[in-house]
Nanobody
Framework: QVQLVESGGGLVQPGGSLRVSCAAS????????MGWYRQAPGKQRELVAT???????NYADSVKGRFTISRNNAKNTVYLQMNSLKPEDTAVYYC???????????????WGQGTQVTVSS
């Protein structure tokens, strides 16, 4: 069994910064890509950023230059540093990780429970 647990969300003023974290735990053989997605009220879930096991990154155009994704493979943790936050960044942020539980198991996408990020004055 694998769990992804996010932390670090909250309320921040426009222009402020916030860092969210996501730690994977359980029976893990290897973690491949990790990423962050977000879902605002009334909207579909959208990709924010992804990072490969080798450190390659990909960002949504709306967050390029403001958000930075990183990971600590030794801690099975992925981070999202969010700077210059805007009200339109308000959403529930979900962590995603592609994990193989054993050397013979299939790759499976796991999701965290989500953490609320609210940007408001």
């Amino acid at each position: 069994q694998v769990q992804l647990v996010e932390s670090g969300g909250g309320l921040v003023q426009p222009g402020g910064s916030l860092r969210v974290s996501c730690a994977a735990s359980g029976t893990i053989f290897r973690i491949y890509a990790m990423g962050w997605y977000r879902q605002a009220p009334g909207k579909q879930r959208e990709l924010v950023a992804t990072i490969t096991s080798g450190g390659g990154t990909n960002y949504a155009d709306s967050v390029k230059g403001r958000f930075t994704i990183s990971r600590n493979n030794a801690k099975n943790t992925v981070y999202l540093q969010m700077n210059s936050l805007k009200p339109e960044d308000t959403a529930v942020y979900y962590c995603n990780a592609e994990i193989r539980g054993s050397s013979t198991s299939l790759l499976y996408p796991y999701w965290g429970q989500g953490t609320q990020v609210t940007v408001s004055s």
